[in-house]
């Protein structure tokens, strides 16, 4: 069974710059978590959508936002950029929930010059 | 407030030898404790989930334990390998409804010939 897939891997952007990540869940996962690691933070949670509908949502400002399509595909949108999204953006996927055991892609490497 | 903590920062081994992790937490209500291993610019990728009623939970040289009442778990490494090289984060959801999940922000592990 495919895992957890994210595109692109790596992403160079300005700032001020918008980006769009995407996320493909595992088939048959209806819970997408997106999370922004950082070296001195770790793992910091950004959203999760279940159902098209966004469940739950960290504490990152407005610029961060996200959207899940019927088919659970999820997209993650970061505007104005600034030096400091630079990360590794990860995506996981769980049947019904984070709760549940959640399974991470690779991540998409953003960096903001 | 839930917190994770994990401990030590980080660890420098010799193959072969053993080695445990810790992870002390308050979170609550208590609902499961995961441990991920990740390594070095992939997505995280788990080892074991523990509820409340195991203390014990093993997958193959990893040994993760679970103390509920002093809030405590450990992950012990047998007969490292070079593999292991990575970092290992420490998970606890908490009961409640929507997503509650806190992160430890890891022990980098480096195995060394």
């Known amino acids: 069974k495919a895992g957890v897939t994210q595109t692109p891997r790596y992403l160079i952007k300005t700032r001020g710059q918008q980006v769009t990540l995407s996320c493909s869940p595992i088939?048959?996962?209806?819970?997408v978590s997106w999370y922004q690691q950082t070296p001195g933070q770790g793992l910091q949670f950004l959203f999760e959508y279940f159902s098209e509908t966004q469940r739950n949502k960290g504490n990152f400002p407005g610029r961060f936002s996200g959207r899940q399509f019927s088919n659970s595909r999820s997209e993650m949108n970061v505007s104005t950029l600034e030096l400091g999204d630079s990360a590794l953006y990860l995506c996981a996927s769980s049947l019904a929930s984070a709760y549940n055991e959640q399974f991470f892609g690779p991540g998409t490497r953003l960096t903001v010059l | 407030k839930n917190q994770v903590e994990q401990s030590p920062q980080s660890l420098i081994i010799l193959e072969g030898k053993n080695c445990t992790l810790q992870?002390?937490?308050?979170?609550?209500?208590?609902?499961?404790l995961r441990w991920y291993k990740q390594d070095t610019g992939r997505g995280p990728v788990s080892l074991t989930i523990?509820?409340?009623?195991?203390n014990t939970k093993s997958n193959g040289r990893y040994t993760a334990t679970l103390d509920a009442d002093t809030k405590q778990s450990s992950l012990h490494i047998t007969a490292s390998q070079l593999s292991d090289s990575a970092s290992y984060i420490c998970v606890v959801s908490a009961l409640g409804g929507y997503q509650k999940v806190t992160f430890g922000t890891g022990t980098k592990l480096q195995v060394i010939p």
């Open positions: 992870c002390n937490y308050t979170v609550s209500p208590f609902s499961n």
């Open positions: 523990m509820t409340f009623s195991e």
């Open positions: 088939s048959g996962h209806r819970s």
